[in-house]
């Protein structure tokens, strides 16, 4: 093992020097970095030049330039002597100081998009193999190709223009007129139609059942003002807790297990309680507060999953620490809701939260939950746009993987040997379906990372994206070099964590030692 | 038993948590108070809290010295200068030696309460005027001998005419005598760095730094002197110092003379600027603070004034961006001329048009420039009109007196026959050098070709990506490019037309030109150098030197919230008049 | 020697196919299952049908397109440069169904943007398939060298694929998009694609060296090597026919990639440059006509969607085809017997 790891770093690292040779030599070669002087028409231009051949070392042949830049970055990885160089900009900016700033807003851009794509990818791509050749399925097979096929600049632009400005119009008259609740009300019936399947009189229920809903909410929303001043509420908040209470039992342990069920009410009923007791402590957290008080609930999930015993207690407390947790995130839901009229009316919002460039509102001044609802209304296009790229791969992936699995002979032996279904699908069918899926997470980080240069265009998101289309329009090679470096490695490191994880997940895959 | 030995760990454990918990909370926030806030979408980010060396000497570094930094003077909009007296005045003593006193206000002071004095002059002379620099470099731009102190963005031949400049006015004033007349005296600008924060940085004290200043001889590349420690050590950090990725704990670094001083900075996202307590001037907001978002994408400029974020914009100009802008409620479109233009050039020291007057004058009659002025400007300025000027902009003084008499009205009409007349049956090659990577260069092209082609002209297409490197180089015959100006001064004339000028890629050569020119980098009086340049561009335009196409066309939007917005075409940019601003 | 055996055991398995494909080639059988994809097939129509109108509109080898305006010509402006299309019948109130002058109207300076929209069509196909063929030919050429000789010739060239892989697609695309456009620009959106399609097979190769692990080991190989084959023959006569179906699922995925990136080059500016059109382009420099002018903004849009949509279920059509165990009709057979 030790071996077959050291083989693959020392591999890599003379890939890394390959790749980062050619790219250094192309981004040389793309283009005049003197270009806008040779139009200027002002008395300093010769001094302008000459400045400028003399940082980005221009009388240097490319070759040899790369080595000049090789020296200086062979010293970050010399541990200690802190003498670490990537160069300047032409701009006389070191790069150094520069990727930190910039990976910082392109990581927070990727890791949520990438977090929102796997949950969803996978749900939607599961629900599509076990509702295989459906509606549900076409309709989502239809919908994932399409995302698939969209360029992503186009819908971000999309997006500014009817999320976030036609949002914020609304709200500042936020009614929601009849004809929008009847159609969004038949969309909703659909979707849950097609979902829960079924028979024909089951389908036509769940239809009318969560169009109504949907119809009755939208129109209470409409009517008191939800839209500016949201909130769950006291009954919104207890039903959906007992909701996650309910599908996470079923869903981990089976309703039958009555002491899981058990620990998940105990835990609703806190959460419930809490809901009303901790607003006081809320209203001034930081977020270390908020930490804290995370690990104290899984440690009361914890202690309820294990007194409350049984034959087997692991799934008590599975079932707890999850459940506890998700209502815990509905209560600080509700409290980034109640901050959002604040938010809302502060000059530098004015109104009109939804927000389509950069990530944060310049001198804003506020609460944690200030801060965090001016992060959500950022990150949220953004995030949308980015994720869309591995969102419709993710779901044909899971798809695939989940039927791949299904069709296996121990699926077929679980079934006939008569566990239930619950338990096929979830410990079987679902663990095993997730071993392709890991690869292909880990290589998506790097085309997602790729992706980020459009994205960040778009919304006005200084990122490594953006340093790198700087960089390459000049050209400048040292930030394109910066930017290489980061992603190469990431790309190795997460190459190599995928190929790892499969070991790991799958004993038929074993490294050649 | 068991229940309790689990339980009373656990309990210690929470209560202890429930401690920190307390610990970790942060009480009520004020709440948030920002009245007067505008917010300005620039292009680029902030690099350095200098615009003067040459890594600096960019764009929105200069922007933002003009937030932060007293000047004795500003550009308006038309381009006049107009002094600050409230900062300092600018005296001309005499014309014969050209003798130039600047004299600081009493309250001049910097932002940390340090009192501006001509020490800080001493500094900014030293930068600007080279004095002390005694390098001399190889073809390479090494320096092979002697010692580069300041490395400054600027030219600095015009103040290398003066001599050390001499304190007066109990350290409140210099006073710059010049060996020769120089022109372009009244841009001069003798304020930059606070002395006192570079003798600190540097490590050296201020009074050997002025000392230094004061004593040591002008520098002799043919015979340079032993390096001087303090004003080496001093220049080293002028150089690099002021240079910044985001906000340095330092405060001295970012010193203001002006109404503004910087608060805060989220690197690559904005700038924050507040009101500088310490400014006693005349020059004073309306408003409270200035936040500066920078956002690359034009488009997203625009999405961002029409969403409310932020409330003035200067993105780059398209007619699509001026109309969906109109189309925008609550927001007011500027539009202007840029101190740009392209133009088209006629190669004289080699191909077809080398002592060929006929041939030049034939082709110039067959451009097009009122279709291109169409096709380009038009749609984002209906009221364009011809550019017929090689050296003033149109809507300064000299341009209406200039094409009175230049004769470039000659050429304003397409004229075939004419052209056919000259050339009688000749059908001469001309290669025409432009930016292939320009849509508005490759239409100019398109344009000039169909047109040149139908008086007999066989027109080769020499357009290039790399089209700047070939400048200069004899491969063509016409060339299309841009010119970009900072609109005042006179030093830029030598540069293009003098026939050893820097810029002078077309090989032209007139030793009346260049007398001329000469000439007026030695004139003192702006009416006179009008009538020198008046007489250049009649030159210009009789030896058939080329034609300017069009002024680039620039826009500005704001929002209507905030008044006192005036469309700037020149560097200084929107916030050119910032003190004027209000927000209703 | 084929894989046709294989295929006739597997799928007779499962009882009541076998007589459906009695006395067909695979090739048959393949296009006969990729027949009765609807939505495979109602995709390769409408592509057609948008290869056919692009083509024949803008003109194609020199010769003139139909269309009566050309994407670089200067028109005077009509009525300010609005759509002419109108699809809504006069008997429903509308204008009647008609293109009218300016089908999707004009640029600010007059120039026909359906013409516009044609060629970036055209270019957009361009660039599909120039990628699509060339990463086809040299992925398969370097994965079935490295599949097939193993040894030192694999390091070497797998190394290399990994040299390329570590660089993302589109960061590659955009350094070697500027480099075609700054010393290429003669060949313009033909050099962008052959500079783009040198650095884009590596996926592609490592899939087909995969497969040639697998089919070199195959005992009709052996059988092959025993009586005397050289290499060439045993793998363009042997192991090639049968991995073909990887090659061109892959490259008819890896071309409705390659339509995004194009676009997505063009849009960043490191694509196909003006004159000359892209869809990516076309809306990049659109995208601020967005409120005013819609039109602009969306019509190339829909193209670029219609293309590369209908590209990906023409591939996810053909990927079924190839693959009897994940096609629908094969698996609604099965399923009968075992339902009922």
């Given at each position: 093992m030790v071996s077959f790891i050291a083989r693959r770093l020392i591999v890599s690292v003379l890939l890394l020097l390959g790749a980062a040779f050619i790219m250094y030599q192309l981004t040389a070669l793309?283009?005049?970095?003197?270009e806008e002087y040779y139009?200027?028409?002002?008395?300093n231009r010769e001094q302008l030049m000459a400045a400028r051949i003399e940082r980005l070392q221009l009388n240097v042949p490319p070759p040899l330039r790369f080595f000049l830049w090789l020296g200086g970055a062979a010293k970050?990885?010399?541990?200690?002597?802190?003498?670490c160089d990537l160069g300047q900009t032409a701009?006389?900016?070191p790069v150094l100081q520069l990727l930190p700033q910039a990976m910082n807003a392109t990581l927070q851009l990727v890791t949520a998009s990438t977090v929102l794509a796997i949950v969803v990818g996978l749900i939607v791509g599961i629900v599509s193999a076990l509702r295989q050749y459906t509606t549900f399925d076409f309709v989502m097979t239809f919908i994932s190709f399409l995302l698939f096929s969209l360029p992503s600049f186009w819908v971000g632009i999309l997006l500014k223009e009817f999320i976030a400005i036609g949002f914020n119009d609304f709200l500042s008259d936020p009614i929601v007129s009849p004809l929008w609740i009847v159609i969004i009300s038949l969309a909703s019936g659909l979707i849950w139609l097609g979902l829960i399947g079924g028979d024909l009189r089951r389908r036509l229920m769940v239809f009318v059942i969560s169009g109504a809903a949907t119809a009755a909410v939208l129109t209470y929303f409409s009517v008191s003002d939800w839209f500016t001043h949201p909130s769950l509420g006291p009954v919104f908040m207890l039903l959906m807790a007992a909701g996650i209470g309910w599908v996470l039992t079923a869903l981990?342990?089976?309703?039958?297990n009555r002491r899981a069920l058990l620990t998940a009410g105990i835990q609703v009923a806190i959460a419930y309680v809490c809901y009303f007791a901790l607003q006081g402590l809320l209203n001034i957290s930081s977020i270390y507060t908020l930490l804290i008080l995370g690990l104290i609930t899984i440690a009361v999930a914890w202690l309820t999953g294990y007194l409350v015993?049984?034959?087997?207690r692991g799934v008590n407390i599975r079932v707890g620490i999850f459940t506890a947790l998700l209502s815990a995130g509905l209560i600080l839901i509700d409290r980034l809701m109640q901050a959002w009229p604040t938010y809302s009316n502060l000059s530098a919002i004015n109104g009109r939260p939804?927000?389509?460039?950069?990530s944060q509102t310049p001198g804003l001044v506020g609460d944690i939950w200030v801060q965090g609802v001016d992060s959500f209304t950022h990150l949220l296009l953004p995030t949308l746009t980015l994720m869309l790229i591995s969102f419709a791969g993710l779901t044909r992936y899971a798809r695939a993987g989940m039927l791949d699995v299904l069709s296996q002979d121990y699926i077929r032996t679980a079934r006939a040997k008569g566990m239930p279904e619950r338990v096929v699908i979830v410990r079987h069918a679902f663990r095993n379906s997730l071993i392709p899926i890991a690869t292909i997470v880990a290589s998506d980080f790097g085309a997602l990372l790729g992706g980020a240069i459009i994205t960040e265009q778009v919304f006005a998101f200084s990122g490594m994206g953006a340093m790198f289309q700087r960089g390459l329009t000049l050209p400048d090679p040292n930030p394109v070099m910066g930017y290489f470096v980061v992603i190469a490695i990431s790309a190795i490191v997460f190459n190599f964590i995928a190929d790892m994880t499969y070991s790991a997940l799958d004993p038929r895959v074993r490294v050649r030692a | 038993m068991k229940f309790q030995r689990i339980v009373a760990p656990v309990s210690v454990a929470a209560v202890a948590a429930m401690l920190i918990t307390g610990c970790t909370t942060t009480g009520d926030q004020p709440a948030a108070q920002t009245g007067g806030t505008v917010t300005v979408a620039e292009v680029n980010e902030l690099t350095?809290?200098?615009?003067?060396?040459s890594a600096s000497n960019l764009d929105m570094n200069g922007k933002f010295m003009g937030y932060t930094r007293s000047s004795f003077f500003y550009l308006d909009n038309k381009l006049n200068l107009i002094p600050d007296k409230s900062f300092g005045t600018v005296e001309k003593?005499?014309?014969?030696?050209l003798t130039v006193k600047y004299t600081l206000a009493?309250?001049?002071?910097?932002?940390?309460?340090t009192p501006i004095t001509a020490d800080d002059m001493l500094l900014a002379w030293a930068a600007f005027s080279g004095f002390f620099n005694d390098a001399s470099y190889d073809d390479d731009g090494n320096?092979?001998?002697?010692t580069a102190y300041f490395d400054y963005a600027g030219d600095t031949s015009g103040l290398a005419l003066a001599d050390r400049p001499v304190v007066g006015d109990d350290n409140m004033s210099i006073t710059l005598t010049y060996s020769e007349p120089y022109?372009?005296?009244?841009?001069?600008?003798?304020?930059?760095?606070?002395i006192h924060v570079v003798a600190d940085h540097a490590g050296v004290s201020q009074a050997d730094l002025v000392n230094a200043i004061m004593t040591m001889p002008r520098g002799d590349a043919a015979a340079p002197a032993p390096v001087n420690d303090v004003l080496k050590k001093a220049a080293d950090f002028w150089n690099t110092g002021f240079d910044a990725t985001s906000l340095p704990t330092?405060?001295?670094?970012?010193?203001?003379?002006?109404?503004f001083v910087l608060d805060a900075w989220v690197p690559k996202e904005s700038i924050t600027l507040v009101r500088n307590k310490e400014y006693k001037g005349s020059?004073?907001?309306?408003?409270?603070k200035i936040v500066v978002r920078f956002i690359g994408d034009a488009q997203a400029q625009v999405t961002a004034l029409k969403n409310g974020e932020v409330d003035i914009i200067n993105p780059q100009a398209s007619a699509d961006t001026i109309k969906s802008l109109e189309a925008i409620k609550g927001v007011t479109t500027l539009t202007g001329d840029q101190f740009s233009y392209d133009h088209l050039d006629l190669t004289f020291?080699?191909?077809?048009?080398?002592?060929?007057p006929d041939l030049r004058e034939a082709f110039l009659k067959t451009i097009p420039r009122q279709q291109i002025l169409d096709a380009i400007v038009t749609p984002m300025n209906p009221n364009a009109e011809i550019y017929d000027s090689q050296l003033f902009f149109p809507g300064t003084d000299g341009y209406a007196e200039t094409i009175k008499s230049n004769?470039?009205?000659?050429?304003?009409k397409v004229d075939i026959d004419g052209a056919m007349a000259i050339l009688n049956g000749r059908t001469p090659e001309v290669r025409i050098l432009y930016n292939t990577k320009n849509p508005n260069r490759v239409a100019a092209f398109q344009a000039i070709q169909a047109s040149a082609e139908q008086a007999g002209f066989k027109i080769i297409?020499?357009?290039?990506?790399?089209w700047g490197s070939l400048l200069?180089?004899?491969?063509?015959?016409a060339t299309i490019f841009g010119w970009i100006s900072?609109?005042?001064?006179?030093?830029g004339v030598p540069q293009i037309f003098?026939?050893?000028?820097?810029?002078?890629?077309?090989?032209y050569s007139n030793a009346e030109v260049d007398s001329l020119a000469n000439k007026l980098q030695t004139t003192l009086d702006k009416k006179a150098q009008d009538d020198i340049q008046v007489q250049i561009d009649k030159l210009l335009w009789s030896d058939f030197y080329g034609v300017p196409l069009f002024v680039a066309p620039g826009v500005m939007a704001h929002s209507?919230?905030?008044?006192g917005v005036v469309y700037y075409p020149?560097?200084?940019?929107?916030?050119?008049?910032?003190?004027?601003w209000a927000k209703k | 020697m084929s894989l046709e055996p294989e295929i006739n055991t597997k799928v007779s398995a499962s009882g009541d196919v076998a007589p459906l494909t009695e006395g067909m080639s695979q090739g048959r059988l393949i296009w006969k299952r990729f027949l009765r994809n609807k939505v495979a097939m109602g995709s390769l129509v409408i592509f057609l049908a948008i290869v056919v109108l692009s083509l024949s509109a803008s003109g194609v080898f020199g010769m003139q397109g139909w269309?009566?305006?050309?994407?670089n010509e200067l028109v005077p402006l009509e009525n300010g440069?609005?759509?002419?299309?109108?699809?809504?019948p006069e008997w429903l109130?509308?204008?009647?169904i008609h293109l009218g002058n300016h089908p999707f109207g004009q640029t600010l300076?007059?120039?026909d943007y359906f013409a516009m929209t044609m060629r970036g069509v055209q270019n957009s196909l361009i660039v599909m398939f120039i990628i699509g063929i060339l990463s086809a030919v040299i992925g398969t050429v370097i994965g079935a060298i490295a599949g097939y000789y193993r040894g030192w010739v694999e390091s070497a060239l797998m190394r290399f694929t990994d040299l390329v892989i570590v660089i993302p697609v589109i960061v590659l695309g955009a350094v070697v998009g500027k480099i075609a456009s700054e010393h290429f620009k003669g060949l313009g959106v033909i050099g962008l694609s052959i500079v783009l399609g040198l650095f884009l097979w590596t996926g592609l190769a490592r899939l087909v060296r995969g497969e040639f692990l697998t089919l070199r080991e195959r005992e009709y190989v052996d059988a092959a090597r025993v009586s005397g084959a050289r290499d060439a023959r045993i793998i363009f006569r042997h192991i090639l026919p049968n991995a073909v179906g990887v090659v061109i699922v892959s490259t008819t995925l890896l071309m409705a990639a390659a339509i995004l990136l194009e676009t997505g080059l063009s849009f960043l500016g490191f694509g196909i440059r003006p004159p000359d059109v892209s869809l990516g382009l076309i809306i990049s420099q659109n995208q601020n006509a967005f409120?005013?002018?819609p039109y602009l903004f969306i019509w190339p849009g829909v193209f670029i969607v219609a293309i590369a949509l209908t590209v990906n279920f023409i591939g996810d059509g053909v990927r079924d085809a190839f693959d009897p165990r994940q096609s629908r009709f094969v698996a609604r057979k099965m399923k009968e017997p075992a339902d009922s």
């Open positions: 793309s283009g005049d970095p003197l139009q200027s028409r002002l008395p970050c990885v010399v541990p200690f002597i802190g003498a701009q006389g900016q981990m342990a089976g309703i039958k015993g049984g034959p087997d939804i927000a389509t460039v950069g | 350095a809290f200098t615009s003067s060396t003593t005499s014309d014969d030696p009493k309250t001049a002071t910097w932002s940390d309460g320096v092979t001998g002697g022109a372009d005296w009244s841009l001069i600008n003798p304020i930059d760095a606070p330092d405060k001295s670094l970012y010193l203001s003379s002006a109404a020059l004073v907001p309306k408003i409270d020291n080699t191909g077809v048009f080398q002592n060929a004769g470039a009205s000659a050429f304003d297409d020499a357009g290039a990506e790399n200069g180089s004899g491969t063509y015959d900072s609109g005042v001064g006179v030093g003098g026939s050893t000028g820097g810029g002078n890629y077309n090989g209507n919230s905030v008044t020149g560097q200084a940019g929107v916030g050119w008049n910032f003190w004027e | 269309w009566k305006w050309k994407y440069g609005a759509p002419t299309l109108s699809l809504i109130g509308g204008d009647g300076i007059g120039i409120s005013t002018r």
